[in-house]
C-alpha cells in the first residue's frame, strides 16, 4: 500500500506543479498518454516541447511502477521513483 501512495502522491505532485505553474485552458487531468495528448491538444502546446517529453517520461516510470507494485520493492522501483523526483525538478525548470 506504501508504494501506491508514493505513486500517487508523485503524480498529484507532478500536476500541481503543471496546473499551478502553467496558464492554461485546460488543466492536466492525469498523467497517462492520453490524458497529457488530451492536454496538449487543448492548449495548442507543441508536442515536442521539453515540458511535453518530460511529462511522457513521467508517464512511462510510473506505469513502470504501477506494475511492479505488486512485486517486492527492489532496486530498479527505487531508482525508479528517484528519477521520477529529478524529473519533477527538471519540470519545474523547463517551466520557468
Do not use: H, P
Not at 23 to 42: F, N, P, Q, T, Y
Not at 43 to 67: G, H, P, R, V
Request: charged share 35%.
Amino acid at each position: 500500500m506504501d508504494e501506491f501512495n508514493n505513486r500517487m502522491e508523485a503524480q498529484r505532485n507532478v500536476l500541481e506543479v503543471i496546473n499551478r505553474q502553467l496558464d492554461k485552458k485546460e488543466e492536466l487531468c492525469g498523467l497517462s498518454k492520453k490524458a497529457i495528448e488530451r492536454w496538449i491538444v487543448a492548449n495548442q502546446i507543441n508536442s515536442e516541447s521539453e515540458i511535453c517529453k518530460i511529462l511522457y517520461t513521467i508517464s512511462e516510470k510510473l506505469f513502470f511502477l504501477a506494475n511492479k507494485s505488486q512485486e517486492q520493492i527492489s532496486e530498479e522501483y527505487r531508482m525508479v521513483s528517484s528519477e521520477i523526483s529529478e524529473l519533477k525538478l527538471d519540470l519545474e525548470k523547463a517551466i520557468g
